[in-house]
């Protein structure tokens, strides 16, 4: 079935640093969105990915996914105590009615 | 966006009980909703698809015995976790997902099982 990797696992991060979560797929996707999930919470949505090459930005967060439609990527430019949460990458295939979700990355920042 | 709406948000039962916990899409009729289990630090995983009118789907290992489904309408779908062991202490989450795709799923806020 399809899998859906996700690295690294957790990332320790000065305020101020960036931050790069990463998203593999085995198969190919019809499209793949992104959530953050904040300590004690849910996930909440973030965006959709859905074009081979897609690159979307919100604000500081900027969001790929590869030509190949296998793979994406989330970025985070000067890191905020308040980007502290684990972003989950969520991939649907090309013949599923539901997504399968990456381990998340659980992403922490120094002050 | 959607609405999801969760009860309870927290839950402590005896091992051996029985314990409902009910996801309701309080502005968008759903015809799917579905159910996950997330360990601590962990992913989520999907547990079964409930659809309205019908059997949910389990996904493979989920045992539907113990995990009891029932969407019967397109605003409430419950899940029944049955005879419950210490083993069943989880963080449950419904979802849906309303049209068009690309608003992606809209969470409840989640159950904080524990079973002791």
């Known amino acids: 079935g399809q899998q859906v990797m996700q690295i690294p696992q957790y990332q320790h991060v000065q305020e101020g640093e960036d931050f790069t979560t990463y998203c593999n797929s085995s198969?190919?996707?019809?499209?793949i969105q992104w959530y953050k999930q904040r300590p004690g919470g849910h996930p909440v949505f973030l965006i959709q990915?859905?074009?081979?090459?897609e690159v979307k930005k919100q604000k500081r967060l900027t969001f790929q996914f590869g030509e190949a439609k296998k793979n994406s990527s989330l970025h985070i430019t000067a890191t905020q105590t308040t980007d502290v949460g684990t972003y989950f990458c969520?991939?649907?295939?090309?013949?599923?009615?539901?997504?399968?979700f990456g381990d998340g990355t659980t992403l922490t920042v120094k002050p | 966006g959607a609405v999801v709406s969760q009860h309870p948000s927290r839950v402590i039962c005896k091992s051996g009980t029985s314990v409902k916990i009910e996801c309701r899409s309080l502005?968008?009729?759903?015809?799917?909703m579905f159910w996950y289990r997330q360990f601590p630090k962990k992913s989520l995983m999907l547990m079964a698809t409930?659809?309205?009118?019908?059997?949910?789907?389990?996904e493979q290992g989920v045992e539907k015995d113990k995990f009891l489904i029932n969407h019967a309408s397109l605003t409430l779908s419950t899940l029944t976790v049955t005879s419950a062991h210490p083993e069943d202490s989880s963080f449950y989450i419904c979802?849906?997902?309303?049209?068009?795709?690309?608003?992606?799923?809209?969470f409840g806020s989640g159950t904080r099982l524990t079973v002791v």
């Open positions: 502005d968008f009729q759903a015809t799917t």
């Open positions: 198969t190919t996707l019809s499209n």
């Open positions: 409930s659809n309205e009118g019908s059997k949910a789907t389990y």
């Open positions: 979802s849906i997902v309303t049209p068009p795709l690309n608003y992606g799923y809209t």
């Open positions: 990915l859905v074009k081979s090459g």
């Open positions: 969520a991939g649907w295939g090309t013949n599923a009615g539901k997504s399968t």
